[in-house]
């Protein structure tokens, strides 16, 4: 059996093979992370609509609904949130002001989860950033169509 040598810098459940769904790679997840990130999924699961998905993404348990639509993951000493959104982050930088934000990334300590309701909008912002986005493109293909059916 081929061994993953561990840099320190990956996420914490990273150290083994890729986990293969989100209660597999929660399951690697030494506490107070783990507590903490089931607590991110609950409120993330309670704001996505019906027909999102969990999956694992790069390694990381992601949630899907038209797309990626956010991310997290725990590591040696904080724990991270990816709205996958540089404009989200933007838009929401008030209320992040006491988490540490870089261009993709919140992140927070193993023990302190964000606010239910931060998630919550910053959940919704991707929603419709996403059904946007695939609108966009609906419309775009009837254009391409009505196009080839001129010429």
């Not at 996505?48 to 990626?68: D, N």
């Not at 540089?86 to 193993?110: C, H, M, Y």
């Amino acid at each position: 059996m081929k061994k993953t040598i561990s840099t320190g810098r990956g996420s914490t459940a990273k150290t083994h093979a890729a986990p293969k769904d989100m209660d597999e790679y929660l399951a690697g997840v030494p506490e107070p992370a783990r507590s903490t990130l089931n607590k991110i999924r609950a409120v993330i699961r309670s704001a996505v609509p019906p027909e999102a998905t969990e999956a694992i993404s790069y390694g990381i348990p992601t949630f899907r609904y038209k797309g990626a639509l956010l991310a997290f993951a725990a590591f040696s000493k904080h724990c991270s949130l990816f709205p996958m959104s540089l404009s989200v982050i933007e838009a929401f930088k008030n209320d992040l002001k006491s988490t540490q934000t870089s261009k993709g990334t919140i992140r927070f300590p193993v023990d302190k989860p964000l606010s239910a309701a931060l998630i919550k909008k910053l959940v919704k912002a991707r929603i419709a950033q996403n059904e946007r986005r695939e609108s966009e493109k609906k419309n775009q293909r009837k254009k391409n169509e009505g196009k080839k059916k001129r010429t």
